[in-house]
């Protein structure tokens, strides 16, 4: 099958040729987004969240020859993971909100996949006590779009800031920024039905 990745299967291909400077960058693009998806997946856990990081990044240097660019990088890194993550779940009782994502997974996945019409109401992301609910939800969110949405309603930043900072257009900002609103909402009101917080 077609790589649809090429630019993360080159990353992969100077890696394995023992570059050290690719796998520095590699490092330090992912790590972040990786650390915010499991932080949330282990009720906000650190040290937790930071484990299950570290193993995830020395997995994926191990696995490194198997990725095949069908995915992008921070996709085939999540996968790792929620592996992890799912061998943890087994060892202990569970959290709630890691039971409400594991079992949310494919519904999440389904509804990024086609993002449509709901808005994203701008209130949402102050309310204290769904805190732990836009948590989880931005960590379901592509790192483009959680940055979107964090620099939108949580730094405050105009679109016109947000495209300076990112180094992008105008338009492909407000793209971005729209497309995120409406991910954001969908996985949002499918958790929050999931959790019983909506009807």
């Given at each position: 099958m077609e790589a649809h990745?090429?630019?993360?299967?080159?990353?992969?291909n100077r890696i394995l040729a023992g570059d050290e400077?690719?796998?520095?960058a590699f490092f330090r693009h992912?790590?972040?987004a990786l650390y915010e998806f499991v932080h949330y997946r282990v009720g906000g856990r650190r040290a937790e969240a930071e484990d299950v990081v570290q193993e995830t990044m020395l997995v994926a240097l191990e696995r490194l020859r198997a990725f095949d660019?069908?995915?992008s990088l921070h996709t085939w890194l999540c996968g790792i993971a929620k592996n992890k993550l799912r061998s943890q779940r087994r060892k202990r009782r569970p959290v709630l909100m890691e039971d409400l994502l594991e079992e949310a997974d494919e519904e999440i996945e389904a509804v990024l996949g086609a993002i449509d019409r709901?808005?994203?109401?701008e209130w949402i992301l102050a309310r204290q006590e769904t805190q732990e609910l836009v948590g989880a939800t931005l960590s379901s969110l592509s790192p483009d779009h959680r940055a979107a949405l964090v620099d939108?309603?949580?730094e405050g930043l105009s679109v016109n800031e947000m495209a300076a900072k990112r180094g992008r257009?105008?338009?492909a900002t407000e793209s971005t920024l729209h497309r995120a609103r409406l991910a954001f909402a969908r996985v949002f009101q499918l958790l929050a039905k999931r959790r019983g917080e909506l009807e």
């Open positions: 990745y090429p630019e993360d299967l080159a990353i992969r400077e690719a796998a520095a992912h790590l972040d660019g069908r995915s709901e808005p994203l109401p939108k309603y949580l257009g105008t338009k």
